[in-house]
């Protein structure tokens, strides 16, 4: 081993700087030469496609500064794959006039002959309609497999004057596979031809059956149609069977009236989908008749919706209201996976106290998008009375309108009830804890140590008898009071002795 002068022995990681023999002076030694090397660009020397798919990734303004860091850099930008232009707010007329002039000065330098994604989200003015004209040129010349053009403006949204028209060109561009339109007109004067769409959206938009009948024929492989602030179908037939998603989000109420001599609902809308597996309908559909006529092929199914305009409007034709939400439920009793929301739930509790009870239904799995509250416990009463087959349920927050309470004022006996101790009165039988719950899911809620949420979760607890997981996650929450909140649960009685309970 080899020793220091005092005799100390020297690091293993010193023996390859020294000779064999420790005697030999270190004047003598070979000396240690050090050379500097030139540090390598290897990010540069990466192929073309590689760099402009990294560029892609950034705000088109910051893609285009790269051309100043080498001569490498220079113009690779211009063959970006895709091209993402979004004005942020707030926007006044000269940011968007210059938003403008920017768009229009990068599209004449772009060389790439193939775009991959083209977006344009600003608040759209009439005056630069030759400008996005020019832009969807661009976008079709060039083969852009997906095109977002989403507008918006301060005016009213119902004035056709401040929408974009979509020119002709654009129905016949059979190229692609994504389309976004907001707050544009949508108006084929011929046949539409989009042979490989995917995806369509389209929202803040006056359209009718005649157009969404050239829409649906003209795009034969269409799997996701989604429409939201629509108004003017009457009836959306959906024969194709490739479409695997259709989501109805918000009708503009706005833009129908009711006739005051003939006391009808302010619109119809039909949906007759035979082949399709997945249905969404989202928001305040006012006073429209919706009618599921042909959805047997329907899977999954969300109605997380109301047909309310306002209290008055609740006070004066409830039996309606009675009878739209009746009539959803018996179309959708096939559905495996099914999500109610809270008017739907607050509809059925005033049908559960009136002793009406809901179809039985093959629902496997069921989500509750509502708060758990005196106003949505007998409708949760009735549709798990129904639901035998129910092997998972989900419990979270509606994303919207959730704490409304629709039915206050026209049924006010809804509410002379304690909601705490409502479950530990009930005398229904309900097969679905007997011999086929499984799995309970609670997110996203507002969690409290006393209240309706807790009474439920403990009864069900009490009564799933084939229980094997309860899965509880808790956002935001402090950890003393989470503590809090798990040895509550965990006092809870369980009859199934499968049960666990779990936090995350």
């Not at 005092?6 to 010193?14: E, F, H, L, Q, T």
């Not at 976004?180 to 959206?201: A, D, E, H």
């Not at 306002?310 to 018996?330: A, G, K, V």
């Not at 809901?358 to 416990?377: F, G, H, N, Q, R």
Request: overall charge neutral; hydrophobic content about 40%.
């Amino acid at each position: 081993m080899l020793r220091r002068s005092n005799g100390s022995p020297r690091p293993r990681n010193y023996e390859s700087l020294l000779t064999d023999d420790d005697n030999v002076p270190l004047s003598i030694r070979p000396k240690m030469t050090c050379s500097k090397k030139t540090p390598i660009d290897r990010i540069s020397m990466l192929p073309d496609s590689l760099l402009t798919h990294i560029l892609s990734f950034l705000p088109i303004e910051d893609a285009i500064k790269t051309d100043v860091l080498s001569k490498r850099w220079q113009y690779l930008w211009t063959t970006l794959p895709s091209l993402l232009f979004r004005l942020p707010y707030p926007d006044s007329v000269d940011t968007i006039r210059e938003f403008v002039t920017f768009v229009d000065k990068t599209l004449v330098l772009c060389n790439s002959s193939n775009i991959k994604k083209f977006v344009v989200d600003f608040k759209y003015d009439s005056r630069f309609s030759s400008n996005v004209n020019l832009w969807t040129r661009f976008a079709t010349r060039n083969a852009a497999e997906e095109l977002h053009l989403e507008f918006h403006t301060a005016d009213n949204y119902l004035h056709e004057g401040v929408r974009f028209v979509l020119p002709q060109l654009l129905f016949t561009n059979s190229s692609f596979t994504e389309l976004r339109f907001s707050l544009c007109t949508v108006m084929p004067k011929g046949v539409v031809c989009w042979k490989l769409l995917k995806k369509l959206s389209i929202g803040y938009v006056k359209l009718n059956d005649g157009v969404m009948g050239k829409i649906l024929a003209g795009s034969p492989v269409l799997e996701n149609l989604e429409l939201y602030y629509f108004y003017g179908i009457t009836r959306l037939h959906v024969v194709n069977a490739r479409l695997k998603k259709l989501i109805l989000r918000e009708f503009w109420e706005e833009e129908v009236y009711m006739d005051e001599e003939e006391d009808e609902p302010y619109s119809v809308l039909e949906i007759l989908a035979p082949n399709l597996p997945s249905l969404e309908i989202l928001g305040c559909f006012g006073r429209t008749n919706c009618w599921l006529a042909d959805v047997s092929s329907l899977v999954d199914a969300t109605l997380n919706c109301d047909f309310t305009i306002d209290d008055e409007d609740l006070d004066d034709d409830f039996e309606w209201h009675q009878n739209i939400s009746r009539r959803l439920l018996q179309s959708l009793v096939h559905v495996k996976n099914l999500t109610l929301g809270t008017w739907l739930l607050q509809a059925l509790s005033i049908l559960e106290m009136e002793g009406w009870r809901s179809p039985l239904s093959k629902c496997e799995c069921l989500t509750l998008a509502t708060d758990i509250k005196e106003s949505v416990l007998p409708g949760i009463a009735n549709i798990l009375e129904s639901s035998s087959h129910l092997e998972t349920l989900v419990i979270t927050k509606s994303p919207s309108k959730n704490n409304i309470t629709y039915f206050s004022d026209v049924r006010p006996r809804l509410f002379n009830f304690n909601g705490e101790h409502y479950w530990t009165s009930q005398k229904k039988t309900f097969n679905c804890l007997m011999m086929h719950l499984k799995i309970v899911k609670c997110a996203g809620l507002r969690w409290c140590y006393r209240g309706c949420l807790f009474s439920f979760v403990q009864f069900l607890l009490k009564n799933a008898r084939v229980l094997q997981q309860m899965v509880i996650k808790v956002d935001c929450l402090p950890h003393k009071e989470l503590f809090q909140v798990a040895q509550k649960f965990l006092s809870f009685p369980r009859s199934s002795p499968n049960a666990v309970i779990m936090f995350n």
